[in-house]
């Protein structure tokens, strides 16, 4: 018992992340092409799969995401709170925004520049057959006026309530900001949002242990009602699009880093395990935030009056590893029907993806509808998305590591360039080991 103590969080989520995946490839394997096996016990019969699959596993998984993007609006509401207000310059803010859009656009293009220039040297597309049955109907995506408009809430609890970050981002800066000009009356309510922030942080404490078992159940599930044989029909567009997102995450970032930090990257990526296995387990940046805010102030050095903006942000906005999904989606889809794109469409297809992950942010569904938008901006048939839906879910794990990746990456370059990253926390190898370790106790 007691070395079942010392074993790390991250030990434990992988352990419970692999089990999952055994256990779920075994019930599929177990079941075939059965839609569930039941068992006789004397009394009453024993279905399989909708105990243990459509009951316990989902039930598991779903109250731990449910718990997760619980945290969500009270963490990055209070945590930005207590960031704007402690700003003593106002405009640092204006800095940190310009900054902080600058770097997730930038990144977000060579994202989708690396992807495509993936695509065209592999070839994904050629030799797949087109479905008879391929149709998939686009969403109607948000034009940027009304993006932009709706950041601003007319009912700021809606917004806490609808999970609408952005609005919640806004309100949380304003608020901020008036407690800072508030003078004697903003510091009495300052105590009191730092207070909260202590409660919050340790409530993501207690939720943490429980990670492992959430993963568990979360990657048991859809390991047992993932159909294998689509993967392998798609193997080749599904191994260029792992590919770019790990060059991405591996290479462009730790360049992007070293360059403009002089941060060790090795050290940077390091510290992002914990964070990456929550982001890969629930595919959420946003049920993610509330780990991905905690490695970045408590690992990473990053002070909160960075992070609570950077990071609330980049969950919105930040979508390199959708961009690299939707990059090689298009040549892919191009190659399957025999269209060939020119040079003018695959930089109409970087500029159209780079502005969408900002003009789309906070749209359910955000990824498919950025692809239907960048495909139809070069001519594509949009029932091409239909193809490559069935591999999505499990792309969508680990793009979402990437995407919690290069926000923690913007955060310490952002930090770094304000004088607000603590070096020596970065360096330390020791600080906050593991996530249980923080916040401090009181």
Known sequence: MSNLK????TTKILIGMLLGI??????QFILGDQQDIVIPLGLFDFPVKNFFVDGLFNIGGQIFIASLK???VPLVFISLVCGTCSLSDPKKLGRLGGKSLFLY???????????ISFALIVAPGEGVTIPTDASYEAKQAPSLVDVIIGMFP?????????????QVIVFALLFGIAMALSGESGKRVAVLFDDLNNVVLKLVTILMNLAPYGVFCLMAKLFTTIEISIIKSLAKYFCVVVAALLFHAFVNYSLILKILTGLNPLIFLKKMEDACMFAFSTSSSSATMPVTLETATKKLGAKNSVAS????LGATINMDGTAIMQGVATVFIAQVYGIDLTIQDYLMVIVTATLASVGTAGVPGVGLIMLAMVLNQVGLPVEGIAIIIGVDRLLDMTRTAVNITGDCMVTCVVAKSEGELNVDTFNDPEAAKQLE????KF
């Open 6 to 9: 010392t074993i790390s969080l």
């Open 22 to 27: 055994l256990i779920g490839l075994s019930l």
């Open 70 to 72: 619980m945290l969500v």
């Open 105 to 115: 656009l930038v990144t977000t293009a060579i994202a989708i520049t690396v992807a």
């Open 154 to 166: 007319t009912n700021p609890i809606d917004a806490m309530a609808s999970g609408n970050m952005l």
């Open 309 to 312: 903006f950077t990071i609330p």
């Open 437 to 440: 370790d923080y916040p401090p």
